[in-house]
T-cell receptor
Framework: GEDVEQSLFLSVREGDSSVINCTYTDSSSTYLYWYKQEPGAGLQLLTYIFSNMDMKQDQRLTVLLNKKDKHLSLRIADTQTGDSAIYFCAESPPSGGSYIPTFGRGTSLIVHP | DTGVSQDPRHKITKRGQNVTFRCDPISEHNRLYWYRQTLGQGPEFLTYFQNEAQLEKSRLLSDRFSAERPKGSFSTLEIQRTEQGDSAMYLC???WGQGELDTQYFGPGTRLTVL
């Protein structure tokens, strides 16, 4: 995951907004993804954004994409304790006709009551 | 369909033994992926199938690792002559992929411990 970088930890108070940032290196990725992993579980797809878009909103989630800077962010509005988890961003650039997903190391979101 | 399932959930083995893991994808999905995840890291891609064809296997960690997906349904991942460094969580994911959009649904994983 060295091609996709994320900060490792984020701590917020319940009810505040959380912003998780990610930088990626391969501008040929057509889609970029955010996944959530709760303890002891597999990853759950949260949302994705097409590379020609700047923003995508889905209920409490807002994804911002700055393609020039290869920067992706996930904003969670009104963060709840149930949002505590590890969040992974991922790119999936073409590679010889296949699409090889590359995940970051994940950002641990801790939500305090 | 309740999602992607993996079996076993936990496996403890001695160094040098062979292990095999099974993944049952969501039935209508045509793509199936295997990943390895170690503590503090994101999933590391190993291989994937589109239907029964294994389209990418160059990322398998060594020739001790192999995967199959007979008939394009369930898949198995085998590790031969296990080493302590193989201890990790092995994740399977499936998806209905066409072209560049690649949304994946993950199973709960198989945690391997090699003693």
């Amino acid at each position: 995951g060295e091609d996709v970088e994320q900060s490792l930890f984020l701590s917020v108070r319940e009810g505040d907004s959380s912003v998780i940032n990610c930088t990626y290196t391969d501008s040929s990725s057509t889609y970029l993804y955010w996944y959530k992993q709760e303890p002891g579980a597999g990853l759950q797809l949260l949302t994705y954004i097409f590379s020609n878009m700047d923003m995508k909103q889905d209920q409490r989630l807002t994804v911002l994409l700055n393609k020039k800077d290869k920067h992706l962010s996930l904003r969670i509005a009104d963060t709840q304790t149930g949002d505590s988890a590890i969040y992974f961003c991922a790119e999936s650039p073409p590679s010889g006709g296949s699409y090889i997903p590359t995940f970051g190391r994940g950002t641990s979101l801790i939500v305090h009551p | 369909d309740t999602g992607v399932s993996q079996d076993p959930r936990h496996k403890i083995t001695k160094r040098g033994q062979n292990v095999t893991f099974r993944c049952d994808p969501i039935s209508e999905h045509n793509r199936l992926y295997w990943y390895r995840q170690t503590l503090g890291q994101g999933p590391e891609f190993l291989t994937y199938f589109q239907n029964e064809a294994q389209l990418e296997k160059s990322r398998l960690l060594s020739d001790r690792f192999s995967a199959e997906r007979p008939k394009g349904s369930f898949s198995t991942l085998e590790i031969q002559r296990t080493e302590q460094g193989d201890s990790a969580m092995y994740l399977c994911a499936s998806g209905w992929g066409q072209g560049e959009l690649d949304t994946q649904y993950f199973g709960p994983g198989t945690r391997l411990t090699v003693l």
